[in-house]
């Protein structure tokens, strides 16, 4: 297999981690608001114990910086799992919405820090 180009590797590894952090605290969500089993919980510990690893994995100098960018990530990944798992289509507002965030994650991750504005 082709190893991916670095945007390739951080995008996955970024939508790897929403995928872990979502699948955590939905099953924390599951138990607590749904009434399923405590033992739900035990997959979502291992579930967020990856996505914090998995951050550490980008490239990025500053935790923040990862964090900050993650953010745009995670809004998108969220949708698709409210429309995926919880068969709810995101409707124009939430599309609208993680848009502007995406952009403000590229902005994040392509900006040429350190310069002043």
């Not at 924390?28 to 399923?36: E, I, M, N, S, T």
């Amino acid at each position: 297999m082709m190893p991916l180009p670095e945007t390739g590797r951080m995008l996955a590894i970024y939508a790897a981690a929403a995928f872990f952090e979502i699948a955590g605290c939905f099953a924390l969500w599951a138990v607590l608001r749904l009434g399923k089993s405590a033992w739900w919980t035990l997959p979502g510990l291992v579930s967020l114990l990856l996505f914090a690893v998995l951050l550490t994995r980008i490239d990025v100098d500053l935790a923040g910086r990862a964090y900050a960018a993650y953010g745009g990530i995670y809004i998108v990944a969220s949708l698709a799992w409210l429309w995926v798992v919880e068969s709810q289509a995101p409707d124009r507002w939430d599309l609208a919405g993680a848009g502007l965030c995406l952009v403000g994650a590229l902005v994040i991750l392509a900006g040429h820090h350190g310069e002043t504005f």
